[in-house]
Structure formats: structure tokens, C-alpha cells
């Protein structure tokens, strides 16, 4: 063999295991590289690759899932143990966000009876069961998002005196479901002329947002908060109840009421949001007044609505209202102007305040809230030091206070009160600022089904999101995490630009491809 042969073999041998070395070193590296990106948090290796944000959350939950000191586990129900990719991202933002909280997959098909202990309804899949130690609650996948109903605007342009105004907004699935339920017949015969039928509706139905950030945060502080904020029925004053619809609206709130005895209970218990004096057919007695007084000025809440017969004769009641400026007066309320009654002078359609945030849902669905038989709410000239007072509901300028055999006129025509809210800063015995909150209804039969049905449903609605806002903690605050909308903005295309596109996606860009493909290969021919 000639010294150049065997230098070229050499040198083949030294260059193969060379590059033999640096293969083997390569895939080394790849391997540790790969087995590092491995435990890298999904946040750094997995990226939303819908544009929409969907699979991201927002600080607030990190900061308050970092801030969790009890375990919770996150049970995800998936059929066959297939999972969503994009909730299964979400949820390993929540898993790297804090060490308290864990994922596990639960096969239904497997399982079947796995969710009745925790609830009596059929869950859909991927929803969620989430627990701790003290409690659990349960999201329904449905609920993860938020739905419009394209052809309630169409409708309501026709006939908005029919339909009321928050239909035409994003509503939950369960939202949603019950608004056809109850509209639908009415909006099927509306739209026959079109050839549409009810069960055409739910076709219109889009997906409008999605908000698992804000169901998911919220259901983990649900379950670990030491104490969740009941509201509390005092019984006791005649045991006149809540109907069975304001009891079940209040309900679907997350509004959990439960009675309280006064006389027999030894006082209020520390998880009482707000209590709710309802219809009393008698005054307050020293003891239970004196309770009240205690349990207002440690910051709490209190939910009246009385009759002008009760309001006549209630002076212990009225010493609890009076830490707020506030006083019954005597008598029945006499509408003078027809625009503000319905059906009766004494069964009242006020003028609906907007300084007050529970008022913007009646005044935003387009409710007008009716008062039977009311008596009027006194305010002072000059209210107690920390006290603010909000008209709620107002007769107009033509209403008298007469005797409740109306037969004699106790006041001059004017403007009278008839619920208002109030609102007290107070400082507890441990030295902190709290506020008091005092909202009171002038009439006991307000929240009657009857009463309910004159104002389509407003009065309930109105009851239940002052309760709500007055019974801190009932709605946790990161129900108010920002929705992520699926709603895209179409890219308007005209035909000309349409040409243009495909000329230079379809056909030019290709041939100058091409060409200078050809270019280059004829140069390297050439060398």
C-alpha cells in the first residue's frame, strides 16, 4: 500500500471517529438538554398558541395560588381519560403557580359514581370537582364559559317590550338554557313569519368568552376561606318566609340561607354575612334589638323590608335604624300620579335610583320594581357622624302619607322614600374599619310571587344582588377576573385585494422561487 493510500485511510479513520465522538457527544447533549426541558415549568415550554390569552392567568390568581397554605385537589373529569390540551395547560399554570394545588384525572366511564358525593346533577365532561379539607364545590364544564344568543336582538329590535334587555348580553350555559326555556315559545311564535321554531333557538347560540381563570380562583378560595359568609332568616316575628322562587334564585347565587332564633340562639354566629329581618309581624324586643345593634357596629349587614302596620308601632326597630339617620313613618303610602302605580294607588312602580350599584341590573334589564302598600322611610336632615344614605326607590312629587284606613291625609303632597340603603363606618373591637349596611324596603308583600310577576321578575333580581352585595364573601372576587373573549374581528377582504393575494401567494412567489432555484443551480453547473 503507497504512503498516500494509507494517509488517506488514516485520515478517513481519524475523521469518522471524530465526527463518531461528536455524534455521540451531540446526543448526549440533546438527551440532558431534553431531561432539563422536561422540568422546566410549562409556563417557559408551553406557550398559547391560540392568540386569545387562553391558557394564561392573570397575577392575581399566581399571587393568591402562591399564597395558599391548605392542599386542594383538583379532580378533572375526562371521559376515557382523554384530556383537553388547552384546560390541561391551564391547569399546570395553577399546579407551578403554588405547591397546595394538584390535578387528578377522573375517568367517569371508569368511575361512575365518583361525583355524587358531591352533587346530585349530571356534570359534563371536563368539568371539576374541587376540594380541600374544610369543603368542596363543583364546576360544571358548561360554566366555563359565557354565550350569547344571536337571535335574542334580532327579536328584541322588534319587540324589546317582551324581551328583557340583559338577553342580549353573554350569559352561562345554565343562563342561557333558562332564557330559551322561558322565552322561547314567546320568540318561536314571534319569528314564524321567518320559518323559524323553538328548537331553532339554541342554533344561534355562539360562544361569547371564556372565563375557567375566574371559576377555578374563585372555587379554590372558596374552599379553603375559614369562614364562608351565610346569610341568616330571623324567625321568630310571624314566620313569614321567602317564596319558594326567591328562595331558589337566591340559591343559584350561592346565597346559602339558613334560619336564626334569636331568643333561643344566644347571639349571631361569626360566619353571618347578613342577616334578613323579612315581613316581621311584630317589633324587635330589647334583647334582640340590642343584638343587632352589636352585630351592625362589628361591621354587619341587615336585609329589612316592613309593613306600615309594623312600622306604626316598632320602637325598638326603629333604634336600630336610627344609628343610620333613618326612622319609620307612620302611615300608607297614596300614589297621585298614575305613571307611578299599577293598577292602584297603593300598589307603587318608583322611580328606580342609579346612584346605587344593586339598582344598575333593574335598571340596566329594563325592570320596573313594584310596592304594595308601603309605608315611607324617614331620612334626617343631619345623618349620624360615618353615615351615607342612597335613595333606592322614590314615589314622585304627588305622593301623601294617609291613615291605614285611608281615610285621612297625615302629609302634604311630595317626594317619599321608599327603600333606601345605608351604609355606616364603623371601627370593631379588634381597632379595625369596617362598614355597616343597612338597605330597607318599605313594603312586606315586595317579594311576593304576585309583586315579582308585575315587575317580570324584578323584584327578585333586585333582592338578590343587594343581598349579594351586601353578604361579603357570598361572591368571592375573582369572579371578576377578566373574561377572555372569543369574540374575533372579522379581516374584510374586497374582491381586488382577494386577486392580488392569491396572484402573489399563489403564483409569483412560487415562479421567483423557482427561478432563482434554477439560477443557482446553472452557477454551480458552470464551476
Not at 76 to 82: D, F, K, R, S
Not at 161 to 183: D, H, K, N, V
Request: net charge negative; with cysteine; charged share 15%.
Amino acid at each position: 500500500m503507497s504512503n498516500s493510500a494509507l494517509f488517506r485511510m488514516m485520515r478517513s479513520v481519524k475523521i469518522g471517529t471524530y465526527s463518531f465522538i461528536m455524534g455521540v457527544i451531540i446526543l448526549a447533549l440533546l438527551i440532558v438538554a431534553n431531561l432539563l426541558v422536561g422540568v422546566l415549568p410549562a409556563k417557559i415550554t408551553q406557550f398559547d398558541t391560540s392568540g386569545l390569552g387562553l391558557t394564561e392567568i392573570s397575577e392575581e390568581s399566581e399571587k393568591f395560588v402562591s399564597g395558599m397554605d391548605e392542599d386542594v385537589t383538583v379532580y378533572w373529569l375526562c371521559e376515557g381519560g382523554v384530556e383537553d390540551q388547552q384546560i390541561r395547560l391551564l391547569l399546570s399554570r395553577y399546579e407551578e403557580a403554588g405547591k397546595h394545588v394538584s390535578v387528578q384525572i377522573v375517568d367517569p366511564l371508569k368511575e361512575p359514581t365518583f361525583t355524587a358525593k358531591y352533587t346530585d346533577s349530571a356534570l359534563s365532561p371536563y368539568s371539576f370537582v374541587v376540594e380541600s379539607a374544610r369543603r368542596h364545590t363543583v364546576i360544571d364544564a358548561g360554566d366555563l364559559y359565557y354565550y350569547t344568543n344571536l337571535l335574542f336582538p334580532l327579536v328584541y329590535q322588534m319587540y324589546p317590550q317582551y324581551i328583557p334587555a340583559e338577553l342580549l348580553g353573554p350569559m352561562t350555559a345554565a343562563g342561557l338554557s333558562s332564557a330559551c326555556s322561558q322565552y322561547g315559545t314567546m320568540i318561536a311564535y314571534m319569528m314564524a313569519q321567518s320559518g323559524y321554531t323553538v328548537e331553532d333557538i339554541t342554533q344561534f347560540n355562539t360562544f361569547h368568552s371564556f372565563c375557567a381563570e375566574a371559576r377555578l380562583t374563585s372555587a379554590l378560595d372558596y374552599v379553603t376561606r375559614e369562614y364562608i359568609p351565610h346569610g341568616y332568616l330571623l324567625t321568630g316575628f310571624g314566620d313569614v318566609t321567602p317564596s319558594e322562587s326567591l328562595s331558589e334564585l337566591l340559591g343559584t347565587m350561592g346565597l346559602d340561607i339558613q334560619p336564626l332564633d334569636l331568643s333561643t340562639s344566644g347571639g349571631i354566629p361569626v360566619d353571618a354575612g347578613c342577616l334578613m329581618l323579612y315581613s316581621p309581624k311584630r317589633d324587635l324586643t330589647p334583647h334582640e334589638a340590642s343584638l343587632i345593634t352589636a352585630y351592625l357596629n362589628g361591621g354587619g349587614s341587615l336585609m329589612l323590608n316592613t309593613s306600615p302596620e309594623v312600622a306604626e308601632s316598632c320602637p325598638n326597630l326603629n333604634s336600630v335604624v336610627a344609628a343610620f339617620g333613618l326612622i319609620a313613618r307612620k302611615g300608607l303610602v297614596q300614589e297621585g300620579d298614575t305613571s307611578f302605580i299599577s293598577g292602584s294607588q297603593y300598589t307603587l312602580v318608583p322611580t328606580v335610583s342609579t346612584q346605587h350599584t344593586a339598582t344598575a341590573y333593574v335598571t340596566s334589564g329594563g325592570f320596573k320594581p313594584q310596592l304594595p302598600n308601603c309605608h315611607a322611610i324617614g331620612v334626617a336632615a343631619t345623618l349620624p357622624a360615618g353615615v351615607t344614605v342612597t335613595p333606592l326607590f322614590t314615589t314622585s312629587d304627588k305622593a301623601v302619607l294617609v291613615t291605614l284606613d285611608k281615610t285621612t291625609n297625615l302629609t302634604e303632597a311630595g317626594k317619599l322614600e321608599v327603600a333606601v340603603a345605608a351604609a355606616k363606618s364603623v371601627t370593631t373591637a379588634e381597632g379595625t374599619t369596617k362598614t355597616a349596611n343597612l338597605t330597607w324596603f318599605a313594603s312586606a308583600n315586595a317579594f311576593t310571587d304576585t309583586a315579582a310577576e308585575g315587575s317580570k321578575g324584578g323584584n327578585y333580581y333586585f333582592y338578590a344582588a343587594t343581598m349579594s352585595l351586601m353578604n361579603e364573601g357570598f361572591t368571592s372576587a375573582y369572579e371578576n377576573l377578566t373574561p377572555v373573549s372569543l369574540q374575533t374581528e372579522s379581516l374584510e377582504v374586497t374582491d381586488g385585494a382577494a386577486l392580488i393575494i392569491f396572484a402573489v401567494t399563489v403564483i409569483l412567489l412560487p415562479v421567483a422561487l423557482l427561478v432563482v432555484g434554477i439560477v443557482i443551480w446553472i452557477r454551480r453547473k458552470r464551476r
